[in-house]
């Protein structure tokens, strides 16, 4: 308006200096150009989009407040039920959820309509700084369609936007409409079924639910993130539990089992289970006899499962790389002045020794050579057959690992566990229990007719000592009865 102005004031002037008669200036109405109504449009939409969530967001923060407000002031916890339950079926009934989501959803439109404006302004201006900011925007653009689009491929890709479950439902309406005129299957109708009744949030869980193999990389993250000796005594902890998840006992050993081995700069398994028997060992560590005697028996019983649970599968292909010294820890513990970290230590060595003696017997008759040296390497750890301090060695006894091992392990245990009862200690309920489940495990299998008599009349020596002491020890009366049930 102004130029227009100045433009009709000049014009003035030139007729004035000419002699000739003024005319009244006539203005035309001014009609904006089409790009600003457009740029207008365009970034109030913005504006009016990103403050709508700027509320919306303080909204939601607000109604959390509150909930977690009204739920925690009841006095007493049947209370707290019944308010926490009347909230969240609230929240539920009235979808509350599709609200946050919508919110973000905003967001990324006002985002886009700032720069629509700001390409359509630029081009009424200079076109080349517009094809510059137009390509920068068009590839961001495509970007974020990319990132939308790869988790409906790969499911467990972490990229997602608002515009990911529309793709999801346009890939499902597809497949929907590709299954239709197959509809006379069952199975079809059974798919068509699932497709219609799932949303992207729950295919993803579907799909984790049932694929097992993330079993294993999530113990190995697991055991990767335990720093210290607690939670690494936690994690085995969990052990026992875990082999017995689902029943499929040969995958749950082979995941605990490749934990065994090293992998990369992390420490393995095997070397971590050493440091904390090397712990529980009276006067190497440094701890009090309860944290002491808890860390020993979870280490024990983690490890004894272990050796049960691979005792039981068929599957022979499967190896337990086991360290040599922990039949070591072991046996020094089996004589802590503590008598339930010992029993947990006999209990653990008689299993282990048994477990060992079946994967030489049975990698000979295979023949690897290999594999029955290592495990005979452990053996002798676990035994002390190299150790001249130790019983078994100062007695000349040897093993017949071909024959007389299993029985031989059978008669240690017993003759341990009596040694333990003379020493004044009384058996728990539980710790019997363990007694017998640990004797159905060493004799399982065993024939008689099978060992040298050498063999069966020391095992009917340490019977007869039972039987002695049975008299005066009710706990060795009960181990005694343990023993007459499995022989029958």
Known sequence: MSSRLLRQLTQELVEISNGNTLTPPTLDPFTPQRYAINVNILWFLSLCVSLSCGLGATLVQQWVRRYLKLTQQADTPIHRVRIRTFLFSGVQQFHVHLVVENISTLLHASIFLFFAGLVEFLFALNDEVAQVVRAITC????????LSAIPVLFQQCPFQTPLTSVFWYIANITTIAFLFPFTCFNRVQDKIKDLRNESFDSHILNVAKDNKVLDKEAVRYTLNMCRDDGEIEDFLDAVPGYLQIDGNVATRVEDIGSLLKKDGDDLPLGRRILHLFSS???GEGKMDDAARRRRAITCSHAVSELLKAFSSVTVKKLTLDLPHSIGHKLRRLSHDHDPKIAFAAVRTAAVMERTLLDV???????????????????????????????PRHQAGLRYDLGRDG???AVTEFTSNILALTKCSWSPSRQE????GLTFKQLCRGLNARDFSHVAQGRFVDVLCDIWQAQLNSAPTGTLYIHLLVLGH
Do not use: Q
Not at 360 to 389: M, Q
Not at 432 to 435: F, G, M, N, P, S
């Open 139 to 146: 590839f961001f653009a495509a970007l974020y369609i990319v």
């Open 280 to 282: 529980c060992i009276h």
């Open 406 to 408: 299993r029985l031989i």
């Open 432 to 435: 019997l229990r363990e007694i």
């Open 360 to 390: 030489i017997s049975d990698a000979d008759d295979r023949k690897e050579p290999a594999k029955s040296s290592e495990a005979a390497k452990v053996l002798a750890e676990t035994i002390g057959d190299n150790d001249p301090a130790s």
